[in-house]
């Protein structure tokens, strides 16, 4: 199983990033696909997770209206769209997939990371 993770980069304040992870090597239909992210210094923390069978969403309580998570089947393919990014979203953004009953994160399976850089 392989989760490759890429569409980082260094932007400046305000703009957008569409960050995307390819999923390879088992079937994900009873899986939830997510993203994380941590910032220099800091604990990793969650940003967003989609079911891969039904679409379902949730967002980590510290992330705003600002992120979008989205799925396309069809490319195994899922996404971080980051719109008027901040200083504050600086970090490396990792995705991951786990079992959707009920298994943690920690026993998924995670991708490299990609990482953004914002400026002002």
């Known amino acids: 199983v392989q989760l490759q993770a890429y569409g980082g980069g260094s932007v400046q304040v305000g703009d957008s990033l569409r960050l995307a992870c390819t999923a390879s090597?088992?079937?994900?239909?009873?899986?939830?696909m997510g993203w994380f992210r941590q910032a220099p210094g800091q604990e990793r923390e969650f940003v967003a997770t989609?079911?891969?069978?039904?679409?379902?969403?949730a967002y980590g309580d510290s992330v705003s209206g600002r992120f979008t998570i989205s799925r396309d089947n069809a490319k195994n393919t899922f996404y971080l769209q980051i719109n008027n990014l901040k200083p504050e979203d600086t970090a490396v953004y990792y995705c991951?997939?786990?079992?959707?009953?009920?298994?943690?994160?920690?026993?998924?399976?995670w991708g490299q990371g990609t990482l953004v850089t914002v400026s002002s």
């Open positions: 989609i079911s891969w069978s039904d679409g379902s969403i």
């Open positions: 090597g088992r079937t994900f239909s009873s899986y939830g």
């Open positions: 991951a997939a786990k079992n959707s009953g009920g298994s943690k994160w920690s026993g998924g399976y």
